[in-house]
């Protein structure tokens, strides 16, 4: 009798348990309904014309200088938002200042962007992504020849809609980025500048098949920097040592593989693993002098050197100086219409970039490396 009774109570119980959770449901969809709030998922946006119209405005305005609308673009009433605003404000002086230095005018700056994750939180999304940025400039002595580089990033942004008009803004972003040194423009003199602006062309059409295997591998595996069909990927038979400290020296190592150079006990990479000669930067330049595989052009600062450096040819190596170590390494991989040598790398991924650009600080020091292929 006492077992019946207890059942009876626990159906009763499940009975008013059940009609209480189908009210409690109804409820709910009638409010969710009723809500004129705008619902946010990841299918119901174009974010690729989104984050598109975001970069074109921002290239215009870096370009043109424009911070006032610049700062629209960002979230800049919070930290976040606005230490991204200036870092945008700072890359945008960098270019302007490098640019009176080199006596060029940069016309256009173009981003291809390539998403490759979003995610909703908080108040909006985050993204990562991949941007190929293409700067094209011509000498103001001669406005009728462009030139172009491109610069890779790396991105981590998150978006919110403004609240005022509902428009896409950042209200973070993290990228590394070369424009972010400083120019002492007392240093960058109008002597400096006439001698750049009035170099001849470089031929460079009668380079060896080696140094001319070597450009082609550095221009096909760049990343984030390199031509869209190679899909912005690094080659994937290597190791990517960026999250152990930097891929440049890994990535020259591989072009001056391809360029016909021979492993060694010193210099050699196997099971996926490089030596110390072939992933750091500073073993790597004491590698190719100390063992004649390159000769010394020239060192020292910018001022000092800057003249020789138009003795470079595709396929040599520039190492980056700081606080006596080398802390970088490019490859040439051409000549712009002045002569003056680009610069193909890994991190930060640049395609065919003025060699000192990112580099203009007053302590920086540079190794300039003819190689023997």
Not at 89 to 108: H, P
Not at 293 to 321: E, F, M, N, T, W
Request: negative net charge.
């Amino acid at each position: 009798m006492y077992l019946m009774k207890t059942s009876q109570k626990h159906k009763i119980v499940l009975y008013v348990s059940l009609v209480f959770f189908i009210i409690t449901g109804l409820m709910l969809l009638i409010l969710c309904e009723n809500d004129s709030s705008p619902t946010m998922n990841t299918e119901s946006e174009d974010w690729q014309g989104i984050i598109n119209e975001l970069f074109v405005l921002r290239n215009e305005c870096v370009l043109n200088q424009d911070m006032e609308t610049l700062k629209t673009i960002f979230l800049t009433d919070e930290k976040n938002g606005r230490w991204a605003y200036e870092f945008e404000a700072q890359r945008s002086n960098y270019l302007a200042d490098w640019s009176v230095k080199q006596g060029i005018e940069i016309t256009e700056i173009a981003s291809r962007i390539k998403i490759k994750s979003v995610k909703q939180v908080g108040r909006g999304y985050s993204f990562y992504l991949i941007s190929s940025n293409e700067y094209k400039y011509v000498y103001k002595d001669d406005t009728m020849t462009q030139n172009l580089f491109r610069l890779g990033a790396y991105h981590s942004i998150d978006l919110i809609p403004n609240e005022e008009d509902g428009r896409w803004i950042i209200s973070r972003e993290w990228y590394d980025d070369p424009l972010l040194d400083s120019i002492n423009l007392d240093n960058a003199t109008d002597e400096m500048t006439a001698y750049i602006t009035t170099h001849p062309a470089i031929d460079i059409s009668g380079i060896s098949e080696q140094r001319v295997k070597a450009v082609e591998y550095a221009e096909m595996y760049c990343g984030a920097a390199s031509d869209e069909q190679y899909g912005y990927e690094y080659n994937s038979e290597y190791t990517n040592y960026n999250p152990l400290g930097g891929d440049c020296a890994n990535f020259a190592s591989q072009v001056l593989l391809t360029g016909g150079f021979k492993k060694n006990g010193t210099w050699n990479y196997t099971g996926g693993k490089g030596s110390r000669a072939w992933v750091n930067a500073q073993a790597l330049k004491n590698y190719l002098l100390y063992s004649g595989r390159a000769s010394l052009l020239a060192s020292g600062s910018y001022k000092d050197i800057y003249q020789y450096a138009y003795s470079l040819r595709p396929g040599d190596i520039v190492a980056y100086v700081k606080k006596g170590k080398v802390t970088h390494v490019s490859v040439v991989t051409g000549a712009d219409s002045k002569g003056y040598p680009l610069v193909s790398c890994h991190n930060l991924d640049r395609y065919r970039v003025p060699w000192d650009i990112g580099w203009s600080g007053d302590n920086v020091r540079f190794f300039l490396l003819n190689v023997s292929y």
